[in-house]
């Protein structure tokens, strides 16, 4: 936030500096209980003895631990029952978005990638099929309708992250706040394990304390599927060694052959029509004034067009450095608006376009609340663009007051 400060004095010592967190805790009288999952025979492409040897593990699994998240066959678009398995294989990502040969920049790239899937629309099955099915579709698919839920973007990101060579595992479990969710898991060189949230574009390792995983259920590569069995579910208390069968029980004998991969080889992208994204950058742009303009009815409103240029300026720099974000308070044009101004305001930063959202976000700052008769707004909105109609979006609302 810009024009405000963090008083470090008064954290305790010892204490380390973490974004803020509100842990909530929300009950419900009478408590409800969850529907049970649907239960149907679909048609499937699979050994029906795979089929029956899958049932007869996932049966004993769930009666073992019952609130985990573990399956081992997803229903596709065509109504066909096939393993998970099936939609893990190294798939390449955009061209522009891969590194040079050097582990730095390997895992910067996946952190470009996760940001990348991450701004694909999250819609739940529920709405992008009107059913009650859990249906996985494909990469390629997914790129197409541009709309999944957590499955397709982990599928997405893990194939991304073979791609480059990594290891990596799709992980099934339950989170905070999607509940059954699915993530990606990654090892780096010295067996360190991290996970990924591919639908907020946040990593986290094993032991982080503020990871959202709080359950790990399964775990899925291109060969296997392997169960929790240990005692505990979550990620900082368990141990990721597959090879360990007195940890993880594993779906499929290690000598089987693995299973053909329904992915495509090879995914096409297109260019984002720069015309439109600049078309869309001043419809926000409009859109955000206009809604400011309503929420101060009876108040003038100004617009400092100055420091507009300057904020425009900082935000391509937010979009580059998104892992660690400048302080743009060191931006020498905007600290000397700051030396004759106090100015305070927000970036606020859009996976999506959703011109509802966008005004209700800049509404919610209370940015417009102020009535100081000097009071001039600033605002700038910079939208990027990457391969396939896929933007990332920014919007610097701010007030001076001289």
Known sequence: MLGYDLHTHTLPAGATLNSPHIQVFITLEPPLSTLPPLVD??????????LKHAHTWL???????????VSTTALDMYGNRIFLTRYITPQNPPQQ?????????????????????????????????????????SSEQFLRMLAGDE?????????YFLHLGQRAWLVLGHALPEGPTAYVLTEDAGGGHRLWNPCTGKHYGQYDPYSPLWSVGCVVSDQNIWANIQPYEDASRISFDLNNSAHWRQLFSP??????????????????????????????????????????SGLVTRWNRHCARI????????????????NVEQHAELREIMDSHKMFGYPLHFGSYDATRIAHTVEKTGIHLCEDESVEYSLAVYVHAYPNDIISIWVFIAALIT
Not at 151 to 159: K, Q, S, W
Not at 311 to 326: D, M, R, T, V
């Open 41 to 50: 025979h679909f048609d499937s492409i699979e050994d029906p003895h795979l």
């Open 59 to 69: 049966k004993s699994q769930q009666e073992a631990y019952p609130t985990r998240n």
């Open 311 to 326: 904020l425009q300026s900082i935000l391509p720099g937010l979009e580059e450095q998104f892992s660690s974000p400048p």
């Open 97 to 137: 978005l891969l590194p040079a040969n050097t582990a730095e920049n390997v895992f910067h790239s996946m952190e470009l990638l996760t940001r990348y899937v991450s701004h694909i629309p999250f819609i739940p099955d529920t709405i992008t099929f009107l059913g009650s099915c859990d249906i996985w579709t």
């Open 255 to 296: 000598d089987m052959e693995p299973l053909q991969t329904i992915q495509l080889g090879t995914l096409q992208y297109t260019e984002t029509n720069a015309q439109e994204t600049l078309a869309l950058r001043e419809r926000i742009d409009r859109n955000v004034r206009d809604h400011m303009i309503s929420l101060r």
């Open 151 to 159: 499955e397709e973007h982990a599928i997405l990101l893990c194939n």
